[in-house]
């Protein structure tokens, strides 16, 4: 089988993402939307914010362009740039770009990973000018109503150099999202791996264990994604403790110690 | 494989490491048993025998003497490590503890196997200390100690568990015995005043034994609903070891199951008291009511003070965010706290005036704490503290006046430990060094501008060249990706193409934005033998180096480092990370004395530990220093120092960070090169180079 190609800004997401809502973040998401105010998700890794923005995009129908932004992303990377073809020097989009020529909506994740002129460019798109200046065409790109800006990032890195500014961050609506509440965690992984309820309880347990160790030797705890890769390997056939080692411990560190200890909670639950 | 020593050749050997010929002890017994092993185990007692004869040598005859017995019962890693355990006994509490161990030394083991490959303290108590972490409750730390007990605060476990025969399952009986003595503090076997309970019984001692008995069985069935494989192991290990129920207790065990609470051991405590003996679990530990009860009372009132001045600062904060609605008088705002227990968590839902308030970490732990103690959050605990008692500082722990921990027992209140590989024994001294970060008294006498005037035109050639270092955003040209099209490049290469020769791909421009990302420490040797000129040039070497770096960016701090024996390792301020380079580090500059002598290792281990806290792409040690490490009485010079100060140089190296000396000895060839590695050092011929050369060389080494 072959994998589908698509232009990003016509990637419309067709059937309905599996999303169990923590709390009135859908109604705010939506509200905002309708008055063209921009959106910043704050939470750990992997509890569900892309996710969010994938059900969201679903439920508004526009199309979602996701930008990872990394510690080289400039603008230009955002805004587009002149490349040579043939000879030629030929204009090139960047996916904010193309959001707002289509008016889809474009989130950026992990916007503090990106360079500081990057994060400038998108002030003026994020406040009531609605507006992409593109300096290497001298032209202004007024966004239509349609058009979203979302940006995430985790306050859980506790980084000076990694910190939002507060010119960036005044301009957005917040949503604060965090792992669910256990019994709603727990939902979630079961219907997304296909485990049973019980063995979910328990994943979610030994979830909150390494939580616990956030800070004292761990930099953050299982995330909701990791256990439900855990339960994916469960329920095809690998014995609990070795899906934990693989798809949790593994993942959350190197350190050897730690991941003894993470070993030893998992075969105490298991 | 190598014949055997001979007996004589042993006995060659313990003469001269056990100076017979002064101290007398006899070793012709120990030649003779000796004689009788393999080569390979000969070597090991001998190696071991030599190593302790180091740190004394009356200790190594008897660990001579007992060795024999020793490799009988333990295998050769638990005999090392109960060697290294007799050692820092001795170091910690002399001479007569040290010999009480050897004495004692089969209940190390618990001896009930041959050869027992037994799970060391050294070896678990990390991954354990993590295990305990990651459990819900209060963080407990994991410490050494002879029996296995709680204080609510600290699990102390002994320095081996041997009492099965592989080193897996003597690892699991460590956990398991962790798991109860968790579960003790997190299901509150502590809360009630066991103490004054028992001692309404005709033999206090007895009751608290059954007590244990009663809650060892309770805990054990909330263990098997709580971690389910661990109570597999558990039900396994005490299978294995023979753990039975004396007569009758089966009866109370099935009264005990994982919803009981410590009311109902109580409630049983009389019953139990009746029938015989409990016999104790291999997992059970100790219980040390003693402990419990002073480990609470430190813990009490300080935490309630603390709990109460963090509400009064949520309730502010909480206060500012929602204006006032209501003018009227003030009304005390209304806190309640419910604990949130299940699926192994605790939790808890705080609200504010019926309002939902999410706790910080700090007031959660307090919380936790508060609530293992009471097995709820008392009233008066919610109770914001009032304007008056806003002093939370009697209540924090503080680090001391460095000044008056000669004021305290052992004088080593409020210090740092840091470890010293010590050559001889092959293995470090724990908690040798106690070290203190001081203050140099700044002084102002014009030194500084004396000196910038002195070198005022070296200090304009320093500025210009830092300057000229700097990494500045540059353009880089010919890129094949970049935000721009290097029009130069595409000219050409059009042209390439219609000349028929192959077109370049490298046709953008690329915005370069390094950034030096540089964090340097600087370790300033205040010995005395510093005095006079090299002292002087130390002083206008630092000032030089701070003028250049400020021109550069990167940032650094100055320490000096002296001491006297290992009770008095200090450490200087001079200017710290993130100081800003003003007039007070310039008098402290200028206030920089000589001291006393040049112990190294610890300033290193300090240093590297501030390297390692700061957030830098590259990070440097440089040691500016006129001689070869040096202390007063306590051995710390020859190899003894150098060895110590390579092996903190190693552990920095290892930490990431890149060591470096500067120094005016002469003779410093001999040794540096073993020291720091051949490339890493600078020898100056002269005092008065020192000004003009370190910026420079600091100047090398980073570009």
Known sequence: MNAHAFAPETHYIQSEPYYEPLGEEIGIFEAAYRNTLPILLKGPTGCGKTRFMEYMAWRLKRPLITVSCHDDLTASDLVGRYLVKGGETVWVDGPLTRAVRVGGICYLDEIVEARKDAMVVIHPLADDRRALPMEKLGQLLEASDEFCLAISYNPGYQSVLKDLKQSTRQRFVALAFDYPAPELEARIVASESGVDGALAETLVKFAHMTRNLKGSGLDEGASTRLLVHAAKLIASGVSPVTACQSAVAQAVTDDPDMLAAIQELSTSLF | ?703
């Open chain 2, 1 to 703: 494989m190598t014949a055997p020593r001979t007996r004589a050749e042993i006995e060659a050997l313990l003469d001269v490491w056990l100076e017979t010929e002064f101290t007398f002890h006899r070793v012709n017994d120990i030649a003779d048993s000796l004689a009788g092993l393999d080569r390979a185990a000969q070597d090991f007692i001998l190696d071991w025998v030599r190593r302790i004869a180091t740190t004394h040598i009356t200790l190594a005859h008897r660990f001579a003497e007992q060795s024999p017995d020793l490799l009988r019962r333990m295998d050769r890693r638990a005999i090392e490590a109960w060697a290294v355990h007799l050692c820092d006994v001795y170091d910690q509490a002399g001479m007569y503890a040290a010999l009480d161990i050897v004495a004692k030394a089969g209940d190390f083991t618990q001896h009930r196997h041959e050869h027992a490959a037994g799970a060391l303290f050294e070896d678990s108590a990390p991954i354990l200390g993590n295990f305990v972490h990651g459990l819900s409750g209060r963080p407990l730390k994991v410490e050494q100690g002879e029996t296995a007990y709680t204080d609510g605060e600290r699990i102390v476990l002994p320095g081996i568990v041997a009492a099965l025969a592989s080193r897996t399952d003597n690892f699991k009986l460590t956990k398991a015995m962790v798991a109860l003595l968790w579960a003790q503090t997190r299901f509150g076997s502590l809360r009630p005043d066991i103490g004054s309970v028992c001692a309404n019984y005709a033999d206090p001692i007895r009751a608290l034994a059954q007590f244990h008995g009663l809650e060892t069985l309770r805990l054990t069935a909330r263990l098997a609903r709580e971690l389910p494989g661990l109570h597999r192991d558990m039900v396994r290990l005490g299978r294995e070891i023979g753990d039975r129920l004396a007569e009758g207790w089966a009866d109370l065990a099935a009264q005990l199951d994982a919803d009981s609470e410590v009311v109902d051991s109580l409630a049983l405590l009389d019953t139990a008291y009746a029938l015989s003996d409990f016999i104790p679990f291999c997992y059970q530990g100790a219980l040390n009511p003693e402990a419990v009860a002073a480990a609470r009372a430190g813990r009490l009132e300080k935490e309630k003070t603390r709990l109460r001045v963090k509400l009064a600062k949520m309730a502010e904060e909480q206060n500012r965010r929602a204006p006032v609605q209501e003018a009227g008088p003030k009304k005390e705002p209304r806190l309640a706290a419910q604990a949130d227990e299940g699926q192994g968590r605790l939790d808890f839902d705080l609200t504010l005036d019926d309002l939902p308030v999410a706790p910080p970490d700090e007031v959660k732990q307090l919380l936790t704490s508060i609530f293992l103690d009471f097995g709820e959050i008392p009233p008066e605990y919610l109770v914001p503290a009032g304007d008056g008692e806003y002093d939370p500082m009697p209540y924090q722990d503080q680090p001391l006046d460095p000044d008056a921990v000669w004021q305290g027992p052992y004088h080593e209140q409020g210090a740092l430990f840091y470890p010293e590989w010590d050559m001889g024994r092959q293995h470090y001294r724990k908690n040798w060094c106690v070290m203190r970060e001081k203050e140099v008294v700044p002084v102002y006498d014009g030194f500084p501008r004396l000196t910038l005037e002195k070198y005022s035109g070296l200090v304009k050639q320093l500025r210009r060249r830092f300057e000229a270092m700097r990494d500045e955003n540059r353009l880089l040209k010919r890129q094949a990706q970049g935000d721009e099209v290097d029009i130069d490049a595409l000219v050409e290469a059009l042209a390439d193409a219609r000349d028929g020769s192959e077109m370049s791909d490298r046709l953008f421009m690329q915005m370069h934005r390094a950034e030096r990302n540089i964090a340097v420490a600087f370790m300033v040797d205040m010995s005395g033998s510093t005095k006079g000129w090299i002292n002087e040039a130390e002083r206008e070497a630092l000032l030089l180096l701070c003028e250049a770096l400020e021109r550069l960016g990167d940032r650094y701090a100055i320490y000096g480092f002296s001491g006297i024996t290992r009770k008095r390792c200090e450490l200087f301020r001079i200017k710290t990370f993130d100081e800003n380079y003003s007039e007070a580090v310039k008098a402290r500059i200028a206030g920089i004395a000589p001291q006393e002598y040049t112990r190294m290792g610890f300033a290193i281990r300090h240093l590297s530990k501030l390297l390692t806290d700061i957030e830098a792409g590259t990070k440097v040690l440089i040691t500016l220093s006129d001689g070869r490490p040096d202390d007063y009485f306590d051995g710390y010079r020859g190899p003894y120092g150098i060895e110590d100060t390579r092996m903190a140089l190693l552990e920095a190296q290892r930490a990431g960070i890149h060591p470096f000396c500067i120094t005016i000895d002469q003779e410093a060839r001999d040794y540096l090169p073993h020291m720091y590695g051949a490339a890493r050092y600078v020898i100056l011929n002269d005092v008065a180079q020192l000004p003009a050369k370190v910026a420079d060389i600091y100047r090398r080494l980073t570009h």
